[in-house]
């Protein structure tokens, strides 16, 4: 049988045999190691290695909880300031309307509509509004009656365009609307109603009813029949009185915080200047054609606060007086900002000696968890995923302490806001009356918080990280 068998030749090695079981995979491929961690992989690594040593962990995420809670709180009651600021500054009037005063001043361009126009063109102004007083009465340039009773008090003329987007607010009715032009039509302030006198020049007083209403006034002024004359300068002028039928379109809710005042009866300023044409027409009374014509009081509306310094200065240059609340109210703010500056540095340095305590743990974790990590690598693990296991680490211990330190921060919000008013005048429970006794904690306060939280942790574990990434396998491995 040996004689049958051919000889290999030499140098040939004898032929590999064919894989007769084709499922089952050569085992070079079997044993590979995989290329990396799955994020399952790092997840449970993480919360494995902060179960481990509970303690430090707990140490660790209660620093951060401090930290957040405190600059969160202390965030809040400098927002509370803020609101109790404001809310103290709109009683004073509105913070957006800018006032202009032109009595005696000499400039060179007058404050007439031409100038109102200009105005008007600055960026931030939203509306802009003459005030023309003038005064209606028996004795006086006209007179508003229902044939019974007169009213004797202020005409006022502005821009009832201008008025509907300062606030103004009514008890009955609203401003015209302009479609049919605005002759003949008003609006009236609601103390106005009792402005009215009977035919003696006898004021009718408000009374109280027996229910403990107020009593009516004299002329119901949205169902009256009211009429507008011009009266005579002379009585021995013969020519018939011009009269016009005239048409109240609102009631004014009382507001005497506000420029121009809700006393008196608002008319269209065009519709009150085409009115002393005809009573001077009427009375004869000679106009000086070269006086030029100026409003000496004039009120504008800007956007927002922070408009209200740029458009005021912008009017200023053309050498008018202005008033507006931002005199009073620039140096509270100024205050205000300055508080909560201090409060929110507390808070931040509460928040940063949290950080060096996460820095501190997992720099210890690195130190203790050597020989895991050279392990680690021989078994394949990228260094982005040895990296991405610590800050993982640092992140849950940032966000775990945010998350805990905002609900702990609602709570003392709470307190504050229930309890920080009590104590009279000892300052308060918790001494938060002195500093306006309101906390308020918003919504991107509290998201703002955890974020801010996560990656102080993140930040903080980013150091220990890359120390980790940079140790030796084979030293790492032999350590004991």
Known sequence: MNDIKKA??????PPARRNRNPGH?????????DKGMTRRDTILMCIKNLCRRKVRTILTVSG????????????????????????TLAQLGDLTIINIYNYGTSTEQPLNDEMLDTIRLQDGVVAVTPVYNTYASRWGNYTFSNGKYTYDGQIVGVDFDALRSMGYTFVEGDFPTGENGYEGVFVIGQDSLYSYTDKKGNYVQQTTKADGS???PPVNVMKDKLTLTINKSDQSNTKKQPSFKITCTGILTSDYQRNPSTYGVFMDIHYVKSLEKEYNKYNGVKVDKNKVEAYDNVVVKVQSMGDVQEVEDYIKSFGYNTNSMESVRKPIQDQANQ???????LGAIS??????????????SVYERTREIGVMKVLGCSLSDIRGVFLMEAGTIGFTGGVIGVGISYIVSFIINHYGGMGGDSGGMLGMASIGGSSIIPFW??????AFATLVGLLSGFSPANRAVKIS?????KQE
């Open 8 to 13: 290999r030749p030499a140098g040939k090695s």
């Open 25 to 33: 995979s050569s085992p070079s491929k079997a044993h590979r190691p």
């Open 64 to 87: 951060v909880i401090i930290g957040t809670c405190a600059i969160t709180v202390m965030v809040s009651l400098g927002l509370g300031m803020q609101k109790t600021l404001e809310e």
């Open 214 to 216: 107020p009593s009516d």
């Open 339 to 345: 508080q909560q500056m201090i409060l929110g540095s």
């Open 351 to 364: 928040l940063f000696v949290a950080a060096l305590s996460i820095t501190n743990t997992m720099v210890m």
């Open 445 to 450: 306060l509290a998201l703002g918080a955890i």
């Open 473 to 477: 396998a084979l030293s790492a491995i």
